[in-house]
């Protein structure tokens, strides 16, 4: 994902002026302010054409369709978040007031962290008060975790319009029943919010439909370590090959809010889509991740396609040094795979010990950092794995920033990291950080374009704000071509 800071990016239809002020429905139009706005409207409503529309089916739910044309880089969606806080699963010490990560302060009144006592969000009674009178009068002990959970539990007792409109989103609670990792993480809440369960019997099984909402529905938001849900960006539907992309900003106080963009040209009708999971996992580790913790499986192009589109993130190699080892069904889990070659077979099960323990030790690998470690462990992963594997490409991208330029493997494994990330990921929506570093490599090699890899990842890294790895990086790059 992108983080994008606020910028005026348009001139007001009325006055000319330089705006920021976006129309709500087709988002193509700007205005220095509302005045202006609600002058325009009787010509631009005649115009004004929302870009989606909300479709409902049995195995999709509700998602979002264009509802005309779109040009790549068209804006379909950007608004405020319903309700927002700290990731279930963060360890982070978080502001209760803006998010922030925060140190030894706390609120006066409820105890619970504070980025500071001056901090606005925690001193507007609109956001924090109301909490801060429930977390005051429960006496839960603070921890940053569950405060979503406690957030959503007031808009369920005060029966708040946004309740009313979160309540729609799926919970999968008959997938997270005893016996599961995620009930036993749901219990854990349960105990520790005892207090406020105590109230009513019926907030024990609120608290499970609302943790089950929070890890369906939720997005990584802004500040980091904060997740939220959108009214209409949660529709979104999954594919591992989106075509949108989506950043994030904060306002004036410090609210995150959601944009989001098309990567490609869509016809009127087609699903909108975004991609749940990490663009260079393996379709096994997709579509486990996406069972897991989406209680789906992806069938897309990619998914149905043993060679990940030519890509081989997830193939393996054949002991007769020709073939490549694939799944026979991919959208299968426990089908047989094959070589490409010969008559070579291995089963799912043999498959995925072999990766995981080959992950385990991409994992210590990467713990230890150095050149000679990931060297020898990429030596021997390319006599079991495909030169693109997951496995491969993680410890290569990791290995070319360490190598020498006149090392001939550095710019043989920028090419190769370049070749898969080209296929899965063209428009840099979801790996851009991770291609310029690939392309800014490559271009410190004897022999490279360096002035054309150079402006590349320039233009990939464009988007990012000045404070995030990205933007830092774009900095090193402009000086770096002065």
Not at 367 to 374: S, Y
Request: net charge negative; glycine share 6%.
């Amino acid at each position: 994902m992108n983080i994008e800071e606020e910028k005026k990016d348009g001139e007001c239809s009325i006055c000319g002026k330089e705006a920021s002020l976006r129309c709500g429905a087709c988002k193509q139009v700007f205005y220095c302010d509302k005045a202006h706005q609600r002058e325009d409207w009787k010509r631009h409503k005649s115009h004004c054409t929302r870009p989606w529309e909300v479709r409902e089916n049995e195995e999709l739910g509700k998602h979002l369709v264009a509802s005309r044309d779109l040009r790549p880089g068209e804006i379909v969606i950007c608004e405020p978040p319903l309700i927002w806080g700290p990731a279930l699963h963060s360890d982070l010490r978080s502001c209760v007031g803006c998010g922030k990560a925060s140190s030894e302060a706390r609120c006066e009144l409820c105890m619970w962290p504070a980025c500071s006592h001056d901090c606005a969000g925690l001193l507007d009674k609109n956001r924090h008060g109301a909490e801060c009178a429930f977390l005051l009068a429960t006496k839960v002990i603070p921890r940053c975790d569950v405060l979503l959970v406690i957030r959503l539990l007031i808009l369920w007792r005060t029966k708040s319009k946004k309740w009313a409109v979160l309540s729609s989103f799926e919970s999968h609670e008959e997938s997270r029943g005893p016996g599961t990792e995620a009930y036993d993480e749901t219990q854990n809440i349960i105990n520790h919010l005892g207090p406020i369960a105590s109230i009513d019997p019926t907030i024990r099984d609120m608290i499970g439909k609302i943790c089950g909402m929070i890890d369906v529905n939720a997005v990584e938001s802004l500040p980091d370590g904060t997740v939220a849900f959108y009214e209409t960006a949660c529709l979104l539907e999954h594919s591992c090959l989106p075509n949108t992309r989506h950043s994030f900003s904060l306002d004036e106080k410090g609210r995150p809010r959601i944009t989001v963009k098309t990567t490609s040209d869509i016809e009127k009708g087609d699903h909108l889509t975004t991609m749940y999971t990490h663009a260079l996992w393996s379709t096994r580790v997709r579509r486990e991740h996406l069972r897991a913790t989406k209680y789906f499986l992806c069938k897309c192009a990619r998914c149905a396609d043993p060679t990940e589109l030519g890509t081989h993130l997830s193939s393996l190699k054949c002991p007769c040094k020709d073939g490549s080892i694939l799944p026979k069904d991919p959208l299968n889990f426990d089908t047989e795979w094959c070589c490409d070659r010969c008559p070579g077979v291995l089963s799912s099960v043999e498959v995925a010990q072999l990766t995981d323990r080959l992950e385990e030790e991409v994992e210590e690998a990467s713990k230890l950092a150095r050149k000679e470690v990931f060297s020898d462990l990429l030596s021997r992963l390319s006599c079991l794995l495909h030169r693109n594997h997951q496995h491969c490409i993680a410890v290569g991208h990791s290995l070319i920033q360490l190598l020498a330029p006149d090392e001939p493997m550095k710019a043989e494994l920028c090419k190769g990291i370049l070749e898969v990330v080209d296929k899965l990921d063209p428009q840099g929506a979801r790996l851009a950080l991770y291609t310029a570093i690939a392309l800014r490599e490559l271009s410190k090699c004897p022999g490279e374009d360096r002035q054309s890899l150079l402006t590349r990842a320039m233009l990939l890294l464009k988007p990012e704000p000045a404070n995030s790895p990205g933007g830092k990086l774009l900095k090193l790059i402009e000086m770096e071509l002065c």
